[in-house]
């Protein structure tokens, strides 16, 4: 087990063998099964980026071509009904965008459809992110924003 640059724990093969053993949960942990496996770094590794290093992990994300390839900019206008939403969000998928997670409300996206198909129930917001509307389009959350006037500034500063 080694800790990389980014203070990650990454176990090899034999770490989790040994955890299986002595019956410790192996749920959530990082396995670095070669040296030269794509995707994986090593404490050793400090050509990457934090940038790159979080892209890289995005391409690692489990979710179907579908939601991959939508365009969610658009799909997030489509749910808007007002000229003043199309606005407010509007806004906000400009601040996403020069943050680089477009992947990343795909993802949301695909998230709570899923958890929606499978009766998963999950909180009504909390936090600053209540203060993004695009995540209350989204369905991450059910606070609308707008309607309480919430500086979207306080979720993506």
């Known amino acids: ?5 980014f203070h990650e724990i990454v176990y090899n093969i034999e770490d989790v063998v040994d955890l299986i053993m002595t019956e410790k949960s192996t749920a959530g942990i ?8 794509e995707g994986t770094v090593s404490e050793t590794d400090v050509s990457l980026s934090v940038d790159e290093y979080d892209l890289m992990n995005q391409r690692r994300w489990l ?15 489509d749910c808007c009904t007002t000229e003043a939403e199309i606005q407010r969000a509007g ?8 943050r680089n997670l477009f992947n990343l ?15 998963i129930v999950w909180g009504v917001g ?8 695009v995540l209350y389009l989204l369905g991450v959350h059910r606070i609308d924003s707008m309607y309480y006037d919430l500086d979207p500034g306080e979720f993506l500063r």
Request: overall charge negative.
């Open 126 to 133: 909390r936090g600053s992110s209540v203060a993004s509307y």
């Open 63 to 77: 979710m179907p071509e579908e939601y991959q390839q939508m365009d969610i900019a658009q799909h997030i206008i």
């Open 1 to 5: 087990m080694i800790k990389n640059k």
């Open 91 to 98: 806004e906000e998928l400009l601040m996403f965008q020069e």
């Open 105 to 119: 409300l795909k993802y949301l996206k695909y998230l709570v459809d899923t958890m929606r198909a499978n009766n």
């Open 30 to 37: 990082t396995v670095d099964e070669t040296v030269d496996l």
